[in-house]
């Protein structure tokens, strides 16, 4: 059950979403800019920075629950 929790989390944590990740001091700044493509661009940058936290988490999590699972069976 609680395999079946975690790959839920997982999945729903992979899912992307279109998400506007602005102070609102660079708002400011980008919204008087015509066309908009320097704002998609910051949005996009912050998103990115975001996830790699995550990952090097998950990772560090993996590698933890897979050296006591191994710890646990040579016991």
Not at 4 to 10: A, E, G, K, N, T
Not at 12 to 17: D, K, V, W, Y
Not at 30 to 55: C, H, R
Request: overall charge positive.
């Amino acid at each position: 059950m609680k395999l079946r929790i975690l790959l839920v989390f997982m999945l729903l944590l992979l899912i992307s979403f279109d998400a506007t990740a602005q102070c609102a001091m660079c708002r400011a700044v980008l919204e008087t800019e015509d066309g908009q493509s320097a704002a998609k661009g910051i949005n996009d940058g912050i998103v990115y920075l975001m996830a790699f936290p995550y990952l090097l988490m998950a990772g560090v999590g993996y590698f933890i629950w897979k050296s006591r699972r191994k710890r646990h069976s040579e016991e």
